[in-house]
């Protein structure tokens, strides 16, 4: 059965709690209705990079801290902030990107403005000029120590979103009605509605609570999966306002989703484009029913550590026939089955992330490390899976594996206009029986590696059972990849508004900024664990003579890019790749 998509609305939270009602909050704080994700004015986005080039200003980048009893005399602008007040500012402070915490003893005899981010003060104190907090980011690229403005292209494909907010300076909450996840052939758009709660229960202590229900939109639903499922959060953390560290917290969720098996490729909202544009879906799924406890500490503003429970029953789903907007005459790939039961996990992670910005980085480091402990007494494996591709589970309550994955990424500037960016990638088994089918990877396709097909390396060859048919499923034990890019901004700025011309000034009606060119390399292999034909020993990685390779070249104009993509390794042809995030 068919289901007509009627429309794509994306899930955009509440914004957080203003500290302080006397500042000029240029986000929606009283009740409204708000149908489009919002998008910092042109106009101030301009004003505020005007202000940070200006000459007389004394630019900072990261994390700045002005202690009780000193002064700075003239205008600051500070980048990627947070920024900490204590003392005195003798001109007007901007915060780009950050959040701005003044305390009792802080003066500012200017303007307070903050672009992307909030303001907190403390009783005592002062500003001489306007507060203005703007929430949304400020789009730009670096030019040298300058700011260019830079419109970020990837917010045109994320999906509006309708919400009706109430708000106030000590608790916010929210009616939403937006999409939940991705689009894809198993559920279609998944539709989220329902409140959103957020509550300042004291000055550093916030408390969160969603209940939001789920709709399926693909419809014809068996009666193990039906057409609604839901998301329950409750999170309360403590500190994490400017110079407020550390920051910890608890969390608990209960979910009915459809969640996919390997989600560290594409980004989701390309995902999503693809199945619904090109009737392509790079991703499986499978009904994940549950709860968890999640327990996190941030020593340290580049560092993250949590630990999390999760209580899991995982289901194999069959895909439906959503409608797409192209190819409907073509059925879809079937989605595999997993292997079925309860699960039952310990997950520890760790992150360091000094990248000077999230969305276009230009320096810094993201080291993303997990390591999972999980098993099921109830496991049922698929019969189809043969020994030569993996050994038998244990179904009498023994099942026990582990699993790490390990994400680490590097960018440099190496000259005012040139960013060289790395990343490496590994992950997969680590010690114990073998892993489930949903936790199994591959590699190939338009990313990690763009020259090659989907799933190049999936290690499923030997699975020839009828219900994994063309399912193209990822059955490999382990995977490593190294990925390399070059990125040069091409000089380039073109403005038309034939009605200011004369006048000199205004918006313009068209505008385009210059793209980055991208060069980039990736190498890689996916392989078995053990001891057999066509496997690798626990201890080793697969030789380089086997590893797939290639290289590239694209442009990219605020995430948006386009890239061709040659395998170097074996015979492929060309491949074309429109993506809608940067590569990574």
């Known amino acids: ?42 106009v101030v986005a301009e004003e505020a990079i005007r202000l940070y080039n200006a000459p007389g200003t004394t630019r900072l980048v990261g994390y700045a801290h002005l202690a009780r009893g000193n002064e700075w005399r003239g205008d600051v602008g500070v980048r990627s902030g947070p920024v900490l007040i204590e003392g005195r500012i003798q001109g007007t402070l ?21 672009v992307g981010g909030t303001v907190s003060r403390a009783n005592g104190s002062r500003v001489g000029g306007e507060v203005r907090e703007y929430r949304d ?42 999409t939940g996840g991705t689009f894809n052939r198993v559920e279609g758009l998944p539709i989220v509605f329902g409140p959103v709660f957020d509550w300042q229960l004291t000055t550093q202590t916030h408390l969160r609570f969603d209940a939001l229900g789920v709709f399926r939109t693909a419809g014809d639903l068996s009666d193990k999966r039906s057409d609604l499922g839901y998301r329950l959060r409750a999170e309360v953390r403590t500190g994490g306002g400017p110079g407020e560290i550390p920051t910890m917290g608890f969390g608990l969720r209960a979910t009915d989703v459809v969640s996919p098996t390997e989600d560290w490729g594409l980004h989701s909202e390309e995902v999503g484009w693809a199945a619904f544009l090109f009737h392509r879906d ?35 789903v069959t895909p439906r026939d959503p409608l797409t907007l192209t190819r409907n005459d073509q059925v879809w790939r079937p989605n595999p089955p997993i292997d079925d039961g309860h699960f039952n996990t310990w997950a520890a992670t760790a992150v360091l992330d000094t990248r000077n910005d999230h969305d276009n ?34 179904t009498n309550g023994s099942y026990r594996f582990n699993r790490t994955w390990l994400d680490m990424r590097r960018y440099s500037r190496v000259s005012p206009s040139g960013r060289l960016n790395l990343r490496l990638v590994a992950g997969g088994w ?32 030997g699975i020839t059972a009828p219900e994994y048919f063309d399912t193209r499923v990822a059955a490999c034990d382990r995977v490593l990849a190294v ?43 996916a392989w078995l664990v053990g001891n057999g034909p066509g496997q690798t020993s626990s201890g080793g990685i697969p030789g380089f003579s086997s590893w797939l390779a290639d290289v590239g070249l694209g442009v990219d104009w605020g995430g948006f890019g386009v890239y061709v993509a040659k395998a170097v390794t074996v015979g492929q042809p060309l491949h074309f790749t429109l993506r809608l995030e940067h590569r990574f």
């Open 282 to 316: 790079y991703r499986d799924y499978y009904l994940n029913k549950g709860w968890a406890a999640r327990a996190f500490f941030q020593p340290d503003r580049p560092i993250t550590l949590s630990l999390e429970f999760r209580r899991e029953w995982m289901t194999s």
């Open 430 to 461: 680590m010690g114990g029986d073998p892993l489930p089918l949903q936790r199994r990877v591959s590699l190939g396709g338009p990313e990690v590696l763009p020259g090659y097909g989907f799933r190049e390396a999936a290690c499923n060859q």
């Open 483 to 525: 990925q390399a890019e070059y990125r040069g901004h091409i000089s380039l700025h073109w403005s038309y508004n034939p009605g200011q011309e004369e006048a000199g000034r205004g918006e313009t009606l068209i505008r385009l900024e210059g793209p980055d060119l991208v060069v980039f390399s990736e190498a890689g292999q």
């Open 1 to 42: 059965m068919r289901a007509a998509l009627l429309f794509c609305i994306g899930l955009v939270c509440p914004a957080a709690i203003a500290a302080q009602d006397t500042a000029i909050v240029i986000h929606p704080e009283s009740t409204g209705v708000h149908f489009t994700p919002s998008e910092l004015p042109r």
């Open 361 to 394: 980085p230009t320096t810094g480091w993201l080291i993303v490390a997990t390591f999972e402990r999980a098993g099921s007494k109830d496991v049922s494996p698929q019969p189809g899976v043969p020994t030569s591709v993996r050994g038998s589970i244990p």
């Open 137 to 178: 980011p400020l789009p730009y690229r670096i030019t040298g120590e300058m700011l260019a403005y830079a419109p970020n292209l990837r917010r045109r494909f994320r999906n509006p979103q309708a919400q009706l907010t109430f708000g106030t300076a000590e608790a916010r909450s929210a009616l939403t009605l937006a």
């Open 94 to 114: 901007l915060v780009v990107n950050g959040d701005a915490g003044l305390t009792g003893t802080a003066e500012v005899t200017g303007d307070l403005v903050v």
